[in-house]
């Protein structure tokens, strides 16, 4: 067993019925969400970040990497990651994933490394971001940074939140609050991402900043 597939996401409910609490026990990444948000099927959310499962380099990024998604929709689904279950009844999605880099990763590891973990391009050149928006597999056009603020570094652990807004082809603006770091050895990125409508993101602002909030990862000791 690797060690990102040793990472286990722990739910407890012990301290507050409000909330689900989310801990990856080998990253130290850990965050919170209210406890009608519900966890969607991890075989479906796996399919959607990496894609098809025979594939090869998708057996591999996935034993490299571990995730979890909540979704509060009334029917969670791994479909709502990128687009809403309605446009009218948008809910909030979070999905999170910490990432074991390779060497050469590791090397090239950036702040803009962060920007980019979610697998959406949003620290990139024009060209590459002309590129994915004219892509046929890409649903999104107009991209557009609402915020960026790079975090305090914190033994030695530093990150990124960034909102973002990309308009869904033929459908509403989505915005994407996204939260990263990178592990204080250089070896882990974990990510954060929210996604809901503008609108829904402008109704549910509190809520949803409460839960990027509460994404932290702590410097594992020996």
Same mark, same amino acid.
């Given at each position: 067993?690797?060690?990102?597939?040793?990472?286990?996401?722990?739910?407890?409910?012990?301290?507050?019925?409000?909330?689900?609490?989310?801990?990856?026990?080998?990253?130290?990444?850990?965050?919170?969400?209210?406890?009608?948000?519900?966890?969607?099927?991890?075989?479906?959310?796996?399919?959607?970040?990496?894609?098809?499962?025979?594939?090869?380099?998708?057996?591999?990024?996935?034993?490299?990497?571990?995730?979890?998604? *909540? @979704?509060?929709? +009334?029917?969670? $689904? /791994? %479909?709502?990651?990128? &687009?809403?279950?309605?446009?009218?009844?948008?809910?909030?999605?979070?999905?999170?994933?910490?990432?074991?880099?390779?060497?050469?990763?590791?090397?090239?590891?950036?702040?803009?490394?962060?920007?980019?973990?979610?697998?959406?391009?949003?620290?990139?050149?024009?060209?590459?971001?002309?590129?994915?928006?004219?892509?046929?597999?890409?649903?999104?056009?107009?991209?557009?940074?609402?915020?960026?603020?790079?975090?305090?570094?914190?033994?030695?652990?530093?990150?990124?939140?960034?909102?973002?807004?990309?308009?869904?082809?033929?459908?509403?603006?989505?915005? *994407? @609050?996204?939260? +990263?770091?990178? $592990? /204080? %050895?250089?070896?882990? &990125?974990?990510?954060?991402?929210?996604?809901?409508?503008?609108?829904?993101?402008?109704?549910?602002?509190?809520?949803?900043?409460?839960?990027?909030?509460?994404?932290?990862?702590?410097?594992?000791?020996?």
């Amino acid at each position: 067993m690797t060690t990102a597939s040793a990472l286990v996401a722990e739910l407890s409910g012990c301290a507050s019925t409000a909330y689900t609490y989310v801990r990856d026990v080998a990253g130290a990444t850990y965050f919170k969400v209210p406890s009608a948000w519900r966890k969607v099927d991890q075989g479906s959310l796996d399919g959607k970040l990496f894609g098809d499962p025979q594939s090869e380099t998708a057996r591999s990024q996935k034993q490299l990497t571990w995730t979890v998604g *909540f @979704d509060a929709h +009334a029917t969670p $689904s /791994a %479909d709502h990651l990128l &687009v809403p279950g309605s446009i009218a009844g948008d809910r909030p999605f979070v999905m999170a994933k910490v990432q074991t880099l390779t060497p050469a990763q590791r090397d090239d590891a950036s702040l803009n490394t962060l920007r980019n973990s979610s697998g959406l391009p949003v620290a990139v050149s024009e060209e590459a971001r002309q590129q994915f928006e004219s892509s046929a597999a890409s649903p999104f056009k107009g991209f557009e940074v609402l915020s960026d603020q790079v975090l305090p570094v914190r033994d030695g652990v530093r990150g990124i939140r960034t909102v973002f807004n990309y308009r869904l082809l033929g459908g509403p603006v989505q915005t *994407f @609050d996204e939260t +990263a770091y990178l $592990s /204080a %050895d250089g070896s882990h &990125v974990s990510t954060l991402l929210i996604r809901c409508t503008a609108a829904c993101y402008k109704q549910r602002a509190k809520e949803i900043d409460l839960v990027a909030r509460s994404f932290k990862i702590r410097r594992v000791t020996s």
